[in-house]
């Protein structure tokens, strides 16, 4: 899906920044704030992965469900 996905620590920028998915010089990246729970963490992944077509791409079916579950 071309996405790259890191996780940030977002509590030294003194700016709200809200974890989620950007495109930055035309690349798609879903940024992740380091400090949130790692049930966060995959909602928000799964919410980011959700928005882009995923339906000929393989994965595990567990993970289907939890995207398709986050998704519109």
Do not use: W
Not at 1 to 10: A, C, K, R
Not at 33 to 45: C, F, G, M, P, T
Not at 48 to 62: R, S, T
């Amino acid at each position: 899906m071309d996405v790259t996905v890191s996780e940030q620590s977002f509590r030294a920028s003194g700016i709200p920044v809200k974890s989620g998915f950007c495109r930055i010089k035309g690349q798609m990246h879903c940024i992740i704030d380091r400090n949130i729970s790692l049930k966060s963490k995959i909602q928000v992944l799964a919410s980011a992965l959700a928005d882009l077509p995923h339906e000929n791409v393989y994965v595990v079916p567990e993970v289907r469900r939890l995207i398709e579950k986050q998704g519109p």
